[in-house]
């Protein structure tokens, strides 16, 4: 292998950067100047700085930081209570929070112009990198420099072979090779690795169409939830919802219409080892049907497998027990019986809840009043231990009730927690001790109220409920086609190299053929060199070497491999 010495002139510098040019479709970095004087000059400054990749990645990283308080401190369209309790709990914070927008981040001015001034970055980077690729795919590798050995990977030798010969054998095996090569003068040109600008576009692409999925997902989506009692159904209106939160732009003609029943709740726990109490079978049957005069057809809503109705999903989200009771006024007429949800407070489903009988009852004088019933439910009831429960199955099923009358605060128009007992404005039963009247209630048994003022009776049967989750995500499906193409994206950029090759074929001064290989790529990779390496050797065994006539008949066999080295002066990066 022949080394070349020989410092390179301007004109050679001049012809590197031809040969390496277009190895990559980023802009050139340029020195940035101040523009003249003039709006169009202000302008066209403005735009370079705001397509450029840094620009684009630090409105990126500003996007991440101002998602961070849109998740840490209470958003009004998600959750309006916790804003009015934040709002009384820090008297200071709060409103310099309206004024920063805080409470509403994702449509905050701020937070809108980050977002679509990334937008017009990407854009306004990826749109001319797009065309300048297309550009590429359309011509031709460029020709070879005049100096080979001025690249990183060189090789070279002699061979009796023709030049056309060897230049022929060289594009059949470039082109085998996937290389898209051509002649071009005494050399053969060739380029490989356009999937990494591919993916690199791939990439940027793939942020757009995430950006804009998770703003229309933001804008038309709608989520909500509805606890239901075996026995019961759901319609899809908004007044069938216990609460409902939407984006700014969903209408409600968008509710998809269809309504299920829960006829079933199945749930079914470990008995024992380290995993007791943990659910083995946890799944709601229903019948739904769609449109109002749908055929009704039944289904098994699981965990992680919800029921999809349109653009709709119904997710199983919460599961607990409603114990069925009734209660009676002091002649014994029932003024109420129902099944009454109550709210888990742990994993073995000891749960709480209240009691109102609002309408009908009449005290032990005949005088109209309202009651009210703290309970707590103890599926698994272990004596001892009045308000826990020690397994989520209905093993010794408690409920633990105190009982009160007076006003509930129903008649005053404000609402209320339908499980929670406002006993602002409400008086205690006493038992026979003075104390306030609670007692533990087993399945059939009751409970008497004091001085002929009526009954609570816990019936021996026992309802289950189930929570579901009705909601609605467009844009969900483009996030994630667009999350997945822009990983295969980033890894062709990553792990794909795009690089060039040369052979050129020409008579030496003696008239023998001298054939010099080169390869450069865009980066530095150890994969160049060994890449020419193999496509010299075999390059090598159709063009073998030439003996040298200034050499020792013993040593003037070429080497059966030429060894691929980078070049004296060259660069080795």
């Known amino acids: 292998m022949s080394k070349t010495t020989t410092d390179a002139t301007p004109a050679d510098d001049q012809d590197l950067g031809t040969a390496g040019s277009q190895l990559s479709t980023a802009p050139a970095e340029e020195i940035s100047h ?60 709060a409103p310099i929070y309206d004024k920063l927008g805080l409470f509403n981040v994702y449509s905050s001015v701020w937070f809108s112009a980050i977002y679509i001034l990334l937008f017009v970055s990407l854009i306004g980077c990826i749109v001319p990198r797009t065309w300048q690729f297309v550009g590429q795919l359309r011509g031709r590798p460029p020709g070879a420099p005049r100096r080979l050995t001025r690249l990183p990977a060189y090789t070279t030798w002699r061979t009796e072979a023709e030049p056309e010969q060897v230049r022929e054998a060289a594009l ?189 009852y009449r005290d032990a004088k005949g005088k109209w009043d309202q009651l009210g019933f703290q309970a707590f439910f103890l599926p698994s009831y272990v004596k001892g231990n009045e308000i826990a429960s020690q397994f989520p199955a209905l093993l010794n099923p408690v409920l633990n009730l105190e009982a009160y009358h007076g006003d ?29 009247l609670r007692e533990n209630l087993k399945p059939g048994e009751t409970m008497k109220l004091p001085d002929g003022a009526g009954s609570i009776t816990f019936e021996k049967e026992i309802k289950e409920w189930a929570g579901f989750q009705v909601a609605r995500q467009p844009g969900s499906g483009w996030a994630l086609a667009g999350s997945l193409a822009a990983i295969f994206g980033l890894a062709g950029s990553l792990f794909i190299q795009r690089r060039r090759v040369w052979v050129r074929a020409a008579p030496g001064p003696d008239g023998v053929t001298v054939v010099e290989m080169a390869g450069l790529g865009r980066s530095e990779s150890a994969k ?27 040593d003037s066999e070429a080497s059966p491999d030429p060894q691929v080295a980078p070049a004296e002066g060259a660069d080795t990066k």
């Open 34 to 93: 101040l523009p003249s004087l003039g709006v169009i000059g202000w302008a066209r400054w403005f735009w370079r700085q705001l397509t450029s990749m840094r620009v684009a990645l630090l409105l990126l990283l500003l996007l991440s930081l101002g998602a961070i308080p849109g998740s840490l401190i209470p958003q009004t369209g998600i959750d309006e209570t916790k804003v009015a309790e934040f709002r009384k709990t820090h008297e200071t914070l």
């Open 408 to 436: 509930l605060g129903v008649n005053a128009g404000l609402p209320q927690s339908v499980y929670q007992l406002n006993k602002k404005n409400l008086k205690g039963f006493k038992d026979s001790k003075g104390a306030q």
């Open 172 to 360: 059949a095996l470039l082109k085998k090779r996937r290389f898209r090569a051509h002649l071009a003068g005494d050399a053969v040109a060739a380029e490989k690795g356009y999937l990494r600008e591919v993916g690199n576009l791939a990439f940027h692409i793939a942020l757009i169409v995430m950006l804009i999925a998770f703003a229309w997902g933001q804008l038309y989506k709608s989520e909500g939830n509805k606890l239901i009692v075996e026995g019961d159904g759901f319609s899809n209106t908004l007044t069938q919802y216990d609460d409902f939160k939407s984006g700014s732009l969903f209408s409600q003609d968008d509710l998809d219409p269809f309504s299920f029943n829960l006829k079933n709740f199945v749930g079914s726990y470990e008995p024992s080892g380290p995993n007791r109490g943990t659910p083995r079978v946890y799944k709601a049957d229903v019948t739904y049907s769609v449109g109002a005069f749908g055929k009704e057809e039944k289904t098994t809503i699981e965990v992680n497998e919800p029921l999809e109705i349109g653009d709709s999903k119904v997710y199983l989200v919460s599961h607990g027990y409603a114990p069925v009771v009734t209660v009676r006024d002091g002649k014994g007429k029932v003024v109420y019986s129902d099944a009454v949800p109550l709210l888990p407070l742990d994993g073995n489903v000891t749960s709480t809840g209240a009691i109102k009988v609002m309408d009908g």
């Open 528 to 554: 160049v060199p060994e890449e020419l390496g193999d496509l010299a050797g075999i390059l090598y065994e159709q063009a073998p070497g030439a003996p040298d006539a200034a050499d020792d008949p013993a």
